[in-house]
Every structure is written in structure tokens, then in C-alpha cells.
């Protein structure tokens, strides 16, 4: 799986749009890139994910570039409930094994 | 559906004292998996299996056993516990796909003095 590099945390106001960045300049050509969160004390949960289009779902965006180096998980309107850890994994499917996560980025949105 | 469970929620142990965490899921998904997160960090893989009778190691396999007689379940036993294996257990599934959507347990918070 291709190594990711997130800020370690972050923060972002009620309302406004969070933007998440995630580097994965060692991608291949199969992986997809996972998004991921822990909000406190749970398990984490599944975002979105995709190849190499831009992705939507009722929970968040997710813009990858062209060159499929990087990508941007975007929450349109944050609340206090989206405080959480965000991990960005990149991925071919059905790998065999299981996902491993880093360090993820930490969003706290504040009132 | 429950999605997966896992039992104990809490567990304090002894060193040396052995133990097993429970995970069952009834989504009749094919992989199955342990985590354990530590303060601050992110989670690592202990233990997977991609199948009923199937299993393999992860990244810190050290000091943990687990075996999936059936689809549905699939325990982590610690057999002699140790303080550096106080952490949170998580849990978690999918199915054989297209994908890596992994569903998660509620997590296991276990304390070893």
C-alpha cells in the first residue's frame, strides 16, 4: 500500500467547510484512496473512497487530482459532531490482507 | 442486523492472566480482523482472516492467538497478558468485494496490571 501524509491535526469552524488534505505521491495505478474517522471512544467509521474521479456521498466530498498525488476530503457544512481523527488510506482492493492506518489527522470544529 | 459485536466493553486483568475477546458480526462478511489502538496513535493490525478456518498475522501479532472455526466469529486470546497490551481492541469486517469498507465493533478497552 502507498504511504499517506496527513497534518496531524487541524481546525475549522461550525458551518464552514472542512478541507482535509491527504499526500499520496507513491500511488499506483490500481490503489484507491479510503477515508475514514474515529470520533472518540469509537470504532472507526467509513467515509468515501474512490480512484480517480471526484466522489460524493450524504457524508462528505472527496477531490483527488489529476495526477492522483494527492486528494482533499471536504465536509460542506462541519458541526461539533465531526470532531474527530480522520485517516486517509490509499489501497488496491482486495489486497488480501487487511487495512492499516497511520496517524490521521485530528479536526476539531469549534464553535 | 447487529453489525459486529464485541464483548467485554471493559476488562482488567491481572499479568499473566489470560483472556478472550469476543467478536461476532452476522453480516456473513468473509474477512474479519483485530486492532488494537493505543493512546494517541492509530490503530494497528494484530490478527485477519479472509475465511471460516483461515488466518494470518498482521502487523503485532506478538502475544495474541485467534482462530475462526466459523464464519460469524472470530476471538482474540491474549494467553499470558502483559501491561503492554493495555489498549483498545477493535473489531472489525467486510465483505469479499469490490472494496474496503470495513465495519467496525465498538471497541474493547482492556487494562492489564
Known amino acids: 500500500d502507498a504511504k499517506t501524509t496527513q497534518p496531524p491535526s487541524m481546525d475549522c469552524a461550525e458551518g464552514r467547510a472542512a478541507n482535509l488534505p491527504c499526500n499520496h505521491s507513491?500511488?499506483?495505478?490500481?490503489?484507491?484512496v479510503y477515508w475514514y474517522r474515529q470520533i472518540h471512544s469509537q470504532g472507526p467509521q467509513y467515509i468515501i473512497h474512490g480512484l480517480k474521479n471526484n466522489e460524493t456521498n450524504e457524508m462528505a466530498s472527496l477531490i483527488i487530482t489529476e495526477d492522483r498525488k494527492s486528494s482533499t476530503l471536504i465536509l460542506p457544512h462541519a458541526t461539533l459532531r465531526d470532531t474527530a481523527v480522520y485517516y486517509c488510506i490509499v489501497r488496491r482492493n482486495n489486497a488480501g490482507n487487511m487495512l492499516t492506518f497511520g496517524g490521521g489527522t485530528r479536526l476539531m470544529v469549534k464553535p | 442486523n447487529a453489525g459486529v459485536t464485541q464483548t467485554p466493553k471493559f476488562q482488567v486483568l491481572k499479568t499473566g492472566q489470560s483472556m478472550t475477546l469476543q467478536c461476532a458480526q452476522d453480516m456473513n462478511h468473509e474477512y474479519m480482523s483485530w486492532y488494537r489502538q493505543d493512546p494517541g496513535m492509530g490503530l494497528r493490525l494484530i490478527h485477519y482472516s479472509v475465511g471460516a478456518g483461515i488466518t494470518d498475522q498482521g502487523e503485532v501479532p506478538n502475544g495474541y492467538n485467534v482462530s475462526r472455526s466459523t464464519t460469524e466469529d472470530f476471538p482474540l486470546r491474549l494467553l499470558s497478558a502483559a501491561p503492554s497490551q493495555t489498549s483498545v481492541y477493535f473489531c472489525a469486517s467486510r465483505p469479499w468485494g469490490d472494496n474496503e469498507k470495513l465495519f467496525f465493533g465498538s471497541g474493547t478497552q482492556l487494562s492489564v496490571l
Open positions: 507513491t500511488i499506483s495505478g490500481n490503489e484507491y
